[in-house]
């Protein structure tokens, strides 16, 4: 199994700039495919942006293509979310999960995840 701990999130105004990061524990870190998601009060859960274990691929929901940028450092065991140019409709929670380096599903299918952390709570104030 891996552990996931995001950080990084809070309260910033529209337009600004936020990073989070997910440090994983518990197995290799490069035998993951990981994601970002999301979940907006009273919404479901979204699918925000991932990553192949090796970083060399990545993959973006339209809503934040542009604007987000998500990267990943095997020897440091973490994957990071880059959030630009933020709007009030990017407030939610943000969970970041991880699923096998071998799977070839869809990238955005959450429940393909296994793995997922506490999440942290991003906030964009207009």
């Known amino acids: 199994q891996v552990q996931l701990v995001e950080s990084g999130g809070g309260l910033v105004q529209a337009g600004a700039s936020l990073s989070l990061s997910c440090a994983a524990s518990?197995?290799?870190?490069?035998?993951?495919?990981m994601g970002w998601f999301r979940q907006a009060p009273g919404k479901e859960r979204e699918f925000v942006a991932a990553?192949?274990?090796?970083?060399?691929?990545?993959y973006y929901a339209d809503s934040v293509k542009g604007r987000f940028t998500i990267s990943r450092d095997n020897a440091k065991n973490t994957v990071y979310l880059q959030m630009n140019s933020l709007r009030p409709e990017d407030t939610a929670v943000y969970y970041c999960?991880?699923?096998?380096?071998?799977?070839?599903?869809?990238?955005?299918?959450?429940?393909?995840?296994?793995?997922w952390g506490q999440g942290t709570q991003v906030t964009v104030s207009s």
């Open positions: 518990g197995r290799t870190f490069s035998d993951y495919r």
């Open positions: 999960a991880a699923v096998g380096r071998y799977y070839s599903g869809s990238a955005s299918e959450g429940r393909a995840y296994p793995y």
């Open positions: 990553i192949s274990w090796s970083g060399g691929r990545t």
